[in-house]
């Protein structure tokens, strides 16, 4: 199936055509620098702008930068605030006439490395972390999501992770690889703590970078880059609607199998 891919982040919405059989990208990837404020009006007229860059008709899956609970986004760290409560499935259907579906962006790029990627076949506890404006967390337990961990705003040091040893904190703390690394160190030790997980997959920006802070990494699981890297919410988020459709088709055919009522 083809579905066009789109991974909404705090500074660009990136999309591609995704073959979801091979995860592989057909074509290249487009990228819009996202609109400040980042309101839903502003996002929703990108994603348009995306559509009519690929020309596409059909079903399109988008990760999002927040918990998203049936099509719903429920909190906004760092997109507007006014998203909190916002039907963004509905809202991106009705600006595209296309069909949408929205999941949480970490959970989206999980999806696409336990399929494709770092974490394929890879059975037991997997926590993907990924790391840009915020900390973002997808955990799979013998290959499922469970979804919307948010698992970025633990307390660490008084403080949100996130806030803590996000990239972004790392730019704006001016901190060298090592001294960010050391942080990022301190809260996989948390998660492994908390969650005894088999295998970390590093994920964002950060994850081209991983040789400059491997050395600070003690944690028992091992810390492998994700496989596609930055790809990895656009192939996820595509999964995602493919898996959606699946699920709709299948409940519908079900419906029309029911034995009809005689009386
Ligand atoms: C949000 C998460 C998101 C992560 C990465 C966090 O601030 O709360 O929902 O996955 O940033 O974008």
């Known amino acids: 199936m083809q579905i066009l891919g789109v991974d909404i982040g705090g500074s660009g919405i990136k999309g591609a055509l995704v073959d979801t059989q091979s995860g592989e990208l057909i074509g290249e990837r487009h ?5 400040q404020p980042a309101t839903p009006a502003a996002i929703a007229h990108a ?3 995306l559509v009519e860059h690929f020309q596409w008709q059909g079903p399109i899956g988008c990760g999002f930068p927040a918990t998203i609970h049936h099509g719903v986004a429920k909190n906004a760290s760092n997109i507007d605030k006014s998203w909190i409560e916002t039907d963004a499935a509905r809202l991106f259907g009705e600006v ?7 999941l949480n962006d970490a959970d989206a790029a999980g999806l696409a490395e336990m ?23 997808a955990l799979f337990v013998e290959g499922h999501l469970l979804p919307n961990t948010e698992l970025g705003h633990l307390m660490l040091e008084g403080m ?9 904190a790392r730019k704006r703390e001016d901190l060298s690889w090592g001294k960010w690394g050391k942080r990022f160190n301190q809260y996989l030790a948390r998660l492994e703590f908390l969650f005894s997980p088999d295998l970390f997959i590093l994920g964002g920006g950060c994850a ?22 930055n790809q990895a919410g656009i192939i996820g988020a595509a999964l ?8 709709q088709q299948g409940t519908r055919k079900k419906r029309g199998d029911a034995p009809k009522q005689t009386h």
């Open 96 to 102: 595209t006439g296309l069909p949408c579906f929205v």
């Open 47 to 49: 994603l348009k702008q």
């Open 240 to 247: 995602y609607g493919a898996e959606q459709i699946r699920l």
């Open 115 to 137: 399929r494709f990627g770092a974490g394929q076949s890879h059975g037991g506890v997997v926590i993907l972390v990924t790391v840009g404006t915020g900390i973002g967390t």
């Open 160 to 168: 949100v992770a996130e806030r803590y040893c996000s990239d972004a």
């Open 31 to 35: 990228r819009i620098p996202t609109p």
């Open 208 to 229: 081209a970078k991983l040789d400059r802070f491997v050395d600070k990494i003690a944690t028992r699981a091992p810390l492998i880059a994700a496989a596609s890297l």
